[in-house]
Structure formats: C-alpha cells, structure tokens
C-alpha cells in the first residue's frame, strides 16, 4: 500500500524574471515500510520535496496524499497538526534547542499533545533507548557528539510514532564512521519497524547502500 504520494507537484521561489522552478511536475509514490534515497546536486529541489511531502510546505501546483488524507485543502494550522501526527523530521543540522536537555528536547512534540505525565515519560525514554542514548538523557546539545545529537535528533523525530521519517543530509555534517552509524540506525528502524523513511543525499556512502533511488535535477525527476 501506498502511504504518500505526490502528484504534479510544482514548487516556485520569487516571480518574474527571478522565478525558481525548484520542482517541475513531480510525480512520486511511497510505499509503507519502504526505505528511498532522493539523490541530486545541490539546489536540484531535495529539501523543497521533502518539505512538502513533510507537510511543512505547500506546492504552488499539484496534490499531496498523506496516508489518505488530501492536504490541499487544509490551513497551515491543519497541516501542522497533520504534521505532528504523522511526519517525523531529520535535519542535516539536528535543529536540537540548546537550552533543553536530550530528554527535553525529545519530549517536545509530545507537549503539544494532551498526555498523561507518566506516558510521556515512558515513551522518551522508550525512543531514548532504541537510539542507544539514554544513559545521556539529561545531557546538554553542547555536550554531545554530532553523532550523538543526531540520534537525539532521531529520537525526537521517532517519539510521535510517525507513519514516516524525513531525513533532510542527516550525515553531511558526521565524518564517516559516524554517518555510518546514523544510516545503521534509520536502516535498522526501517527494518524492524518498517517505518516509511526517505533520505535526501548526495553522499555515495548513503545511494549505495539504499535500494530504491530517485534521482532529481533542476526539480525534475531524472530517470536512472
Ligand atoms: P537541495 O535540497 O537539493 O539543495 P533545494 O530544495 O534547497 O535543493 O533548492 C532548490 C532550488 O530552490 C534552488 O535553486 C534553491 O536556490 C531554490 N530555493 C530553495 N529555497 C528557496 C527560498 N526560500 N527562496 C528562494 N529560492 C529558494
Ligand atoms: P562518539 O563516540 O559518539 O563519536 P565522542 O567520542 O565524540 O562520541 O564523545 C565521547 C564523549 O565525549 C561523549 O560522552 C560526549 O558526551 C562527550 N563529548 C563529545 N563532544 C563533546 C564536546 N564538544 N563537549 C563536551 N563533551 C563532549
């Protein structure tokens, strides 16, 4: 089964003579449980499909199909809260906020829904956990390896139980072996999971090791 899709999307910056077609037409499916890299250069309109498909953007043209549900209709308050129920977000710089711990930085997004104290508390450390980070929970952003803030950034992303996992160059900013084990982490999340998980990336190190890679330049899909 299909959990999103996207259909004849097109995305535009600025107007006139300054125009940026960031995507042209994109026609793409994912399928529950599965795991896509979105490969192409920089500039070729990665972040922008990733945040449409996430829900933090909204095409200039075109449909967007979140397990089901059309968005084009909804508000930007609708799409956040669809947001929060269903997407989880990876960046390339982890986003954590400095002045909260990893514990709160994963508890976050489960502020904003009505829970129980004692549920929350169990499924940040749940999440903290399964990212081999809880004996660090009350460590500071500034007191972490890059690697290591990038599984709390994982955590957070993971602590909703999204349908899906957006990862926008999770290892641009890891050298490689950490990069290695940040992928190892989304593969085996992917796996035993079967979370539906797209990576944006240029890094070989990531195509290679993905089966299904869609390939993007100047907003349109290229075929392999
Ligand atoms: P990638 O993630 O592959 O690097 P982006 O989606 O960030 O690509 O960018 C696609 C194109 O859209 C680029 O030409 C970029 O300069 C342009 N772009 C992205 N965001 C904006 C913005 N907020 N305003 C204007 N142009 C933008
Ligand atoms: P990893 O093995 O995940 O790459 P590191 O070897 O970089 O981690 O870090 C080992 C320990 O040092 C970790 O417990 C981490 O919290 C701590 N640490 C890493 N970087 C910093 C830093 N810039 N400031 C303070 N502590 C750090």
Redesign the pocket.
């Known amino acids: 089964p299909i959990i999103a899709r996207l259909d004849g999307i097109s995305r535009y910056?600025?107007s006139g003579a300054g125009q940026?077609n960031?995507?042209e037409n994109i026609t793409l499916s994912f399928d529950k449980g599965a795991m896509t890299a979105l490969a192409?250069?920089?500039?070729?309109?990665?972040?922008?499909?990733?945040?449409i498909l996430g829900c933090i953007d909204k095409p200039d043209k075109g449909t967007v199909l979140i397990d089901g549900i059309d968005t084009t209709p909804l508000s930007l308050e609708q799409l956040s809260s669809l947001r929060l129920e269903k997407i989880g977000f990876v960046f390339q710089s982890f986003n954590l906020i400095p002045v909260l711990t990893a514990y709160e930085n994963v508890e976050l997004p489960l502020l904003f829904k009505e829970l129980p104290k004692q549920l929350i508390a169990e499924k940040v450390q749940e999440v903290l956990a399964k990212v081999g980070l809880l004996e660090r929970k009350n460590h500071y952003p500034r007191q972490l390896s890059g690697g290591q803030q990038q599984r709390v950034a994982i955590a957070r992303a993971l602590v909703g139980n999204p349908s899906m996992i957006l990862a926008?160059?999770p290892t641009a900013n890891l050298d490689s072996n950490t990069g290695k084990s940040i992928l190892d982490l989304l593969f085996s999340l992917n796996d035993r999971e079967s979370i539906t998980t797209v990576i944006?990336s240029h890094d070989p190190a990531v195509l290679e090791r993905v089966g299904k890679v869609v390939r993007?330049r100047d907003?349109r899909i290229f075929p392999d």
Do not use: F, M, N, R
Not at 40 to 51: A, I, V
């Open positions: 910056y600025g940026v960031a995507l192409g250069p920089s500039g070729s309109g990665k972040s922008t499909l990733l945040h926008d160059e944006a993007i907003g």
